[in-house]
């Protein structure tokens, strides 16, 4: 009985005795690294949005091109020919459409050879005057006589006039008839097909602004007197979580023709990297700041936000450092709610008087010494 018991109680003490060896010093090490290298944490309050009165309002719109060109012919045909598709990239000038311009071409070869008469016309004219004003200088003509030279002189230079009037006249119809791009950007829709009929007012190509977005949305009649032109705001795509700043840049004055609800124009910061992946066509939402308190919101002192950095994702949970009274890192667990231009609402599991972590200087863990910076 008594080799059954060492048996057994050797082994167990061996193992006790090599855990001890392999654990100890590492979990002694690791508490000294705490104690010698605390954490640096900047403290902060959250945010009671009645308190303060940061009340913010959200509106959807729809991204959409600075500038868009609905581009038609002054000048009625058949399309000759169609340069572009849609989709493609065009600079200022690019030829899009050509109008059939072969009896403009014809007039315009009529009128130089008008121009060839006119003007043999007048070098005989000439002539005849210089002539005329020699021997009018000898008394050898009358001045009669020379007034009639004179005069089918200016009237072969009126005529030169004319034809050189009524051709630039025909060049300008003839470059109506090459539809050109007025500035940089893409073709989004093409109308024209070879052989349609071209009139004057109907689009033929559109043209877009690709560099150039802004976000149009509409502020109902409650809101309005609450935002400013130049006022930043904050936008985020609906299908991802992009979000940039942008700035009011146009407020209708007038509601009469949208129901109450005033057109906004938002232009986003082009700086922002994102901002160039972005497309005409997305929806966004623009959550906007008021300028004026809701004093509605005075009583609803339990709604508190906080900065979105500040909180931390653990899979499908959402917690905040909190500092313990022994200078310790807490984890809290928190419900959030609405998003406000980047501060979260805490709706449990912090308290408006309880600071929590806004930032620290190297990487929190549960439990992790602290210093208040």
Request: proline share 3%; hydrophobic share 40%.
């Amino acid at each position: 009985m008594i080799r059954i018991k060492d048996k057994f109680v050797i082994p167990v003490a061996l193992t006790i005795l090599l855990l001890s060896v392999a654990c100890s010093p590492n979990e002694e090490k690791s508490a000294a690294e705490q104690e010698l290298s605390p954490v640096e944490v900047r403290l902060e309050k959250p945010t009671a949005l009645g308190e303060t009165g940061i009340n913010y309002f959200s509106v959807s719109g729809k991204l959409e091109s600075d500038r868009i060109a609905h581009i038609s012919s002054r000048m009625m045909g058949n399309v000759a020919r169609v340069f572009i598709r849609e989709g493609k990239k065009v600079k200022q000038g690019d030829l899009l459409v050509q109008i059939h311009s072969n009896d403009l071409i014809a007039q315009r070869d009529r009128i130089d050879a008008s121009m060839a008469e006119a003007r043999a016309a007048q070098a005989n004219a000439k002539l005849f005057h210089d002539r005329f004003q020699a021997l009018l200088a000898q008394g050898s003509a009358s001045p009669s006589e020379y007034d009639q030279v004179k005069l089918q002189l200016d009237l072969a230079n009126a005529r030169i006039d004319q034809i050189e009037h009524s051709r630039r006249e025909l060049n300008v119809m003839i470059a109506e008839t090459q539809v050109r791009s007025p500035f940089d950007g893409s073709i989004t829709r093409v109308y024209a097909e070879v052989g349609n009929l071209a009139t004057p007012g109907t689009p033929l190509v559109v043209v877009e602004s690709t560099d150039e977005l802004v976000l149009r949305v509409e502020v109902p009649e409650s809101e309005i007197s609450n935002i400013d032109r130049k006022q930043s705001v904050l936008i985020q795509l609906q299908h991802s979580k992009d979000t940039v700043r942008g700035t009011v840049d146009q407020i209708n004055p007038s509601s009469g023709l949208s129901g109450s609800q005033y057109d906004v124009e938002i232009l986003p910061d082009r700086k922002a990297p994102v901002v160039h992946t972005w497309k005409a066509g997305m929806y966004a939402n623009a959550q906007i700041r008021k300028l004026r308190c809701d004093t509605s919101f005075a009583s609803s002192l339990k709604r508190i936000v906080v900065p979105r950095s500040a909180l931390v994702e653990r899979g499908q949970l959402t917690g905040i450092y909190t500092v313990s009274d022994g200078g310790k890192a807490v984890l809290r667990w928190v419900r959030t709610g609405k998003e406000y231009a980047g501060q979260v609402e805490v709706l449990s599991g912090l308290n408006v008087t309880e600071s929590f972590v806004r930032e620290a200087d190297s990487r929190l863990f549960n439990g992790a010494a602290v210093t208040v910076k």
